[in-house]
């Protein structure tokens, strides 16, 4: 019976002992929580004047600007055959999307092509150039994309847009890790998973403002990819076909704003190749079953 207080006593005292520890706890934890508690309501008090109210909502505006001032840029960019670029600097995407508003469509073409020519000028260029060099699958291709760079900044353009232009497709090739003929089906159909295009993409709505992927891979398979027979009037001015396959003359495609388009296409083709993920490439890789 003995033994039986002795436990009981100690039972008690135990409890005690935990009802006192988690007293303390309790205490802790709320002198922890007090300050974020205090700090939560000076934010709440904060954010009630005035002038914190009138930022927000010029911050909200600014961003609806931008978003439409990024829906324009690509409408506008896509129209005058360049390829939207979603390294392009964002006040630079802005400008000519303001421009497309302002204007119209009225003397566009030449006042983009000024645009872009005195943003990506020969420094840019070079930033691009050493950009390129940090890309391991092109440790094979690079000699020839280094010296297209340099034909562009001393403008070579008759060089720089054929020797640019005849990489982009086996650059493609390769990133899908593809070691066999590729049809021009098949290879439509890589592009297609490399951007992201569905078959009835054209019943989707417009991509996010800041999502690049569709419309790039659109310009490639409606410009560079356009049909070409000998003979024909050239519709596109950036035709792989008709450049590589001598269907174009040189005074045609031999142009600052033309060699800057294969520029920003292959920009974005290397940023896509180099983080394509091993789903994507099985799913091409049936297209070769």
Known sequence: MKNNNIDMSSFIQGVKSIEESTETIHTAISK??????????????????????????????????????????????FLLGYPPSESTDIILMRQIGREYVENGEFNLKNTIDDIMKDHYN????DEIKRHWECYSLLKDRLPLLRQSLNAHNLGMYAVAVPSILSQMEGIVIDGFDIKQRVSGSQFRNLLKILFKIEDDDNSKSDEHPFDFDSTIGKFYLNFILEHFEHGQDILSPVSRHAILHGGAKPSMYAKEEISLKMIMMMDSILYRVSNLKQEKKNKANAFFQ
């Open 122 to 125: 020969a420094q840019r260029i």
């Open 32 to 77: 922890s929580i007090q300050p974020l508690v205090e700090l939560q309501n000076s934010l709440r008090e904060y954010f009630k004047l005035p002038e914190v109210q009138e930022s927000l909502t010029r911050m909200a505006e600014g961003y609806i600007e931008t978003i439409e001032d990024i829906k324009h840029y690509k409408k506008v960019i």
